[in-house]
């Protein structure tokens, strides 16, 4: 079974500022997604960024980029100049590439991050 | 606006109970899956069906039961309610299987049992 890890309940940092969030997994399988999902005090569930783990090149959208180490099988999301409307829980998510059984999500336990204006 | 629509936002009721949870995915999409998101037990998945059928259970209770219809819309059915199914329950919906496509996200239902 795939499990993920985040290690940080909480972080806080000061608007403008760079923050890296990490993300350990566990898992047997070659071909897989992980994501980064993020839920604000709305509760809606946001999909931030994707990676594919048969792509070497790290996933960027705007100012989120993906550290992801196959190998470590570590995947950390850092935010470059963050703005409050990024406060929220970041989730971490990992999921199996086939057709056999279920296309389930795993998700880590969340890290709360905030921005202080 | 992600495009997935679930139905209603709060449902407030009491033990042994039986509420209908509803979702209908993103147009295009023949996927639905159902997770629960509790402070004890995070995001969990639930169940998978695709174009009608089940594809896949996870730590779904026998107390529970889901069923997609032909129009592809989901309904999540939780029975003899007790005060440990309070939580949010989310539905997100993708294009197939296989994990090509991300999964989206409706605004969840937050299920309070009193």
């Known amino acids: 079974a795939q499990t993920v890890t985040q290690s940080q309940p909480e972080m806080s940092v000061q608007e403008a500022e760079t923050v890296t969030l990490s993300c350990t997994y566990d898992?047997?399988?070659?071909?897989?997604?992980l994501f980064w999902y993020k839920q604000p005090p709305s509760r809606q569930m946001i999909l931030v960024i994707r990676q594919e783990a048969y792509k070497q090149q790290n996933a960027t959208e705007n100012r989120f980029s993906v550290n992801f180490q196959k190998a470590a099988k570590s995947f950390s999301l850092k935010i470059s100049d963050s703005q409050l409307g990024d406060t929220a829980m970041y989730f971490c998510a990992f999921m199996k590439h086939g057709f056999q059984g279920a296309q389930k999500l795993v998700f880590g336990q969340g890290t709360r991050l905030t921005i202080n204006p | 606006d992600s495009g997935v629509t679930q139905t209603p936002k709060h449902l407030i009721t009491a033990t042994g109970q039986r509420v209908t949870l509803r979702c209908s995915p993103r147009?295009?999409?023949?996927?639905v899956y159902w997770y629960q998101q509790s402070l004890d037990q995070g995001l969990q998945f639930l169940i998978q069906y695709y174009n009608g059928e089940e594809r896949a259970k996870g730590n779904i209770l026998e107390r529970f039961s889901a069923q997609q219809f032909p129009d592809l819309h989901s309904e999540l059915n939780l029975s003899s309610l007790e005060l440990g199914d309070s939580a949010l329950y989310f539905c997100?919906?993708?294009?197939?299987?296989?994990?090509?496509?991300?999964?989206?996200f409706g605004d969840g239902t937050r299920l309070s049992i009193l």
């Open positions: 997100a919906s993708s294009v197939g299987i296989g994990g090509t496509q991300p999964q989206h």
């Open positions: 898992t047997s399988e070659s071909n897989y997604y």
């Open positions: 147009s295009g999409d023949l996927s």
